[in-house]
Structure formats: C-alpha cells, structure tokens
C-alpha cells in the first residue's frame, strides 16, 4: 500500500507534458473504459529512474490515438528534439475489437495485453493472435496478444515508489499531481488469501470496495512496456547518453505460447 503523502513527496517542479533532464525513452498505458480511456506516460533514464510525464482521462480512440502515437513531447533541457512515445500498452479487456485493431494500425508502438494476477516464472506471455482460418499457421507480422503478470509490476511498482535515496530507480511525479490520480494510484494494498486448504498467497486487493485504481492500472502497463524494451539494459554511451537498450528485444526472449 502506498499512501498519498508518500506520492507527493516524489513530485518535482516540472509540468505535465514537459520531458525532464536524464529521459531518455517514454513508454505508455492506457485502460480502455465503456466510454472513456485513462492514459499514462512515464519517461525512463538509467539505472530505470522514472518520471511521469502525463495522466489523464481522455474521451475518445482520437484523443488516445493524439496523446500517444501523434505527440511529441518537449524536453526541459534546450537542443533536446522532443519526445515521442516508444512503445504503449493498451488494455484489451474492454471494448477488445477495437483495441486490436488500434494496435494493428500503430502496431510498431502498440501492444495489446491482457492483465493476468500470476503468470508463472515470467512477467508476461506472448499468444499469436493473427492466424490463418483456414490452415491455423501463424500470419507474418500479425497481431499478438501480450499476457501482463500485474502483481510483478505492482510489486516492482511499490518497491520504486519507496526506493531508498541512494537507489537509481526513483519515481518522480511531475508538479501537483492530480488528487484523482493520487487517490486511485493508492487505491489498493496487498492482502494474503487462504484457500480452502489452508494455502496462502499474497494478492492485491481494492482497499475499499467500489474504489476505482484506474491510474495504477495504467502505470502498471506503463512499466510492463519498459519491461518489454529493456529500459533497465539502457547504458550511458561516452558523455551522451542514448536509449540504447543490450542484447535482443525482449519479444525475442520471451516469446511465450
């Protein structure tokens, strides 16, 4: 559980939509609602220190389409060229023929996922979805669908959000964060289940019924899209520094079933 107070502590001077000192990369999430969207971008430098840089509630597929795939986003540092989103995840739970076809048209910087509580031994999982109907072979370059372990990320999430002062991967908020998205990013804590036969497991829960955590959704996919790029493999480059994540993508790594 993270308490408000606690956010607000990590809030810097910059403004919403500005790109702070030591980004390099942004990534984004959006939850898709019945008749709206909330969207999240959160900025990535090394040692997978994080800023946000928008959240917001959004009311139509134009207006996602604009924050994430259309937008370049200013950096605060002058001779920075402005940021564009690298990779977004899109919550294909609601309103699922849409999002797929979203994807399908920025499919370069568009995943659709699936939230799952536990995936076992691996933070997501890949399914093909594009086949042929006929043969059932994989279509080249299709869609796929990316199954999101969300209690890894939470986990990692409340780890940054309380890193200790000397631990590069801090969370920072940009200046006075929304109450909204203070309350729903706390809307949550970790309770431990028993079944039936005893067992136990830990599982994160609403702390109060009918609350909404929509802002911890998003940031959640958020983060599972930093994940899937390495943005902890990113390595200054001489006195530059660059994205430049090592080794394969991690669609390659995992490519799942």
Not at 7 to 27: D, F, R
Not at 67 to 90: D, H, M, N, Q, W
Not at 110 to 121: D, E, I, M, T
Request: aromatic share 10%; with cysteine.
């Amino acid at each position: 559980e993270s308490k408000p107070e606690i956010l607000v502590s990590k809030a810097l001077t910059y403004s919403m939509g500005e790109v702070p000192a030591g980004v390099l990369v942004l990534t984004g999430g959006v939850d898709v609602q019945k008749d709206h969207f909330y969207i999240l971008i959160r900025g990535w430098g090394l040692g997978e220190e994080s800023w946000m840089i928008r959240a917001s509630r959004v009311e139509s597929w134009e207006d996602v389409i604009t924050a994430l795939f259309k937008t370049k986003y200013p950096s605060v540092v002058s001779g920075i060229e402005p940021f564009s989103v690298r990779l977004s995840c899109l919550d294909s739970g609601f309103r699922t023929a849409e999002v797929y076809e979203v994807c399908s048209r920025w499919s370069d910087i568009a995943r659709p996922v699936k939230g799952q509580s536990h995936l076992a031994g691996v933070p997501y999982r890949v399914n093909i979805i594009d086949r042929n109907p006929r043969s059932g072979e994989v279509i080249p370059g299709g869609l796929r669908l990316w199954h999101v372990d969300t209690s890894y990320f939470k986990d990692k999430i409340y780890r940054m959000v309380h890193a200790d002062p000397g631990d590069p991967a801090q969370w920072h908020l940009c200046a006075d964060p929304a109450d909204e998205y203070l309350k729903q990013f706390c809307a949550e804590q970790k309770v431990i289940i028993r079944d039936k036969k005893g067992r136990s497991r830990e599982e994160w829960r609403l702390i109060s019924a009918g609350a909404k955590s929509h802002y911890l959704d998003v940031e959640v996919y958020a983060v599972a899209a930093a994940d899937m790029i390495r943005v902890s493999a990113m390595r200054a480059e001489g006195e530059t520094q660059v994205y430049k994540p090592r080794g394969q993508d991690a669609e390659e790594r995992r490519p799942g079933g």
